[in-house]
């Protein structure tokens, strides 16, 4: 029974993991890529697309770790 529940934690993990990764795509490459290439313009300027990818960046790194902490419920 371990091996199904460690499988489906390592699945768990990976989402989130995945995820996170997401959450870097779309919240610091993408609007940094839109605001460099002069592509739409938030208001705001530079400060609203620091502050979403200051956001984005935290989210993922929460999700990274709330990953690590998943994978460390696997059993022997």
Same mark, same amino acid.
């Given at each position: 029974?371990s /091996? $199904? %529940?460690?499988?489906? &934690?390592k699945?768990?993990?990976? +989402? /989130?993991?995945? &995820? =996170?990764?997401?959450?870097?795509?779309? @919240?610091v490459?993408?609007? +940094?890529?839109g605001?460099?290439?002069?592509?739409?313009?938030p208001?705001? @300027?530079f +400060?609203?697309?620091?502050?979403m990818?200051?956001? =984005? $960046?935290?989210?993922? /790194?929460?999700l %990274? /770790?709330?990953?690590?902490?998943v994978?460390g @419920?696997?059993?022997?």
């Open positions: 029974m /091996l $199904i %529940h460690n499988e489906r &934690t699945l768990l993990a990976n +989402w /989130l993991d995945r &995820t =996170s990764t997401a959450f870097l795509t779309v @919240g490459v993408a609007p +940094w890529a605001y460099l290439l002069g592509g739409v313009q208001q705001g @300027g +400060w609203v697309v620091a502050a990818a200051g956001v =984005s $960046i935290l989210v993922a /790194l929460a %990274h /770790l709330g990953a690590r902490r994978l @419920g696997l059993k022997p």
